[in-house]
């Protein structure tokens, strides 16, 4: 079982920017694939980022494309989300999710999701 540990959630202005850090403690050695999803009121919840923690390659949604990126630090097991240019419509619960690959491949589907983190909330107005 592997634990993850959000912070860095907020309120903050339209255009603004934020933080999100994702700390991961126990068996991570099989959680090939880290990424952030989120979940607005009365909204799906949806992938934003994810990340091979491997390789590095990432995806993003295309709502974020551009606005978002996830960087990580492998020696400190932890997984950010850094936030730019903030909409309103970025307004929602975060989650940070360990997930298993596809095929040998990161995917941003909610089905290959092994472990979710308690959520941090975003508010942008």
């Known amino acids: 079982e592997v634990q993850l540990v959000e912070s860095g959630g907020g309120s903050v202005q339209a255009g603004g920017s934020l933080r999100l850090s994702c700390a991961a403690s126990?068996?991570?050695?099989?959680?090939?694939?880290m990424a952030w999803f989120r979940q607005a009121p009365g909204k799906e919840r949806e992938g934003v980022a994810r990340i091979a923690t491997g390789s590095g390659n990432t995806y993003y949604a295309d709502s974020v494309k551009g606005r978002f990126t996830i960087p990580q630090d492998n020696a400190k097991n932890t997984v950010y989300l850094q936030m730019n240019s903030l909409k309103p419509e970025d307004t929602a619960m975060y989650y940070c999710?360990?997930?298993?690959?596809?095929?040998?491949?990161?995917?941003?589907?909610?089905?290959?999701?092994?472990?979710w983190g308690q959520g941090t909330q975003v508010t942008v107005s």
């Open positions: 999710v360990a997930a298993r690959p596809s095929g040998g491949y990161c995917v941003l589907l909610r089905q290959y999701v092994e472990d």
């Open positions: 126990g068996y991570t050695y099989n959680r090939n694939c």
